[in-house]
């Protein structure tokens, strides 16, 4: 069974970056569709960003877009995302999140189509 840790969270201020890190293991994550998600208190978790198995594809929620990048190196079973210009709204719980077998080289926002899961790794934005 795959397995994923997240980890790189932590507490920032407004505008300030992160890189969080998915380190990956048990499973053929090379043909895997990968993605972050995130969860903040009384909140659903909702879609963050993805990435295909190859990385040529990537696909972003439009609140992140354009601050947020999600990479992927297969040959070290990891992916990252890069948080700049961090905001307060950006503070949860963020999920790592893969299909955990082959998915073609495909990105989905549907948490339905990831099969395993992190145990997230928390990130706060003060103002």
């Known amino acids: 069974q795959v397995q994923l840790v997240e980890s790189g969270g932590g507490l920032v201020q407004a505008g300030d970056s992160l890189r969080l890190s998915c380190s990956a293991s048990g499973g053929t994550i090379y043909i895997s569709v990968m993605g972050w998600f995130r969860q903040a208190p009384g909140k659903e978790r909702e879609f963050v960003a993805t990435?295909?198995?190859?990385?040529?594809?990537?696909s972003y929620a439009d609140s992140v877009e354009g601050r947020f990048t999600i990479s992927r190196d297969n040959a070290k079973n990891t992916a990252y995302l890069q948080m700049d210009s961090l905001r307060p709204e950006d503070t949860a719980t963020y999920y790592c999140a893969t299909s955990g077998g082959y998915y073609r080289d495909q990105i989905s926002n549907n948490k339905n189509n990831y099969a395993f899961w992190g145990q997230g790794t928390q990130v706060t934005v003060s103002s």
């Open positions: 990435i295909s198995s190859s990385g040529r594809s990537t």
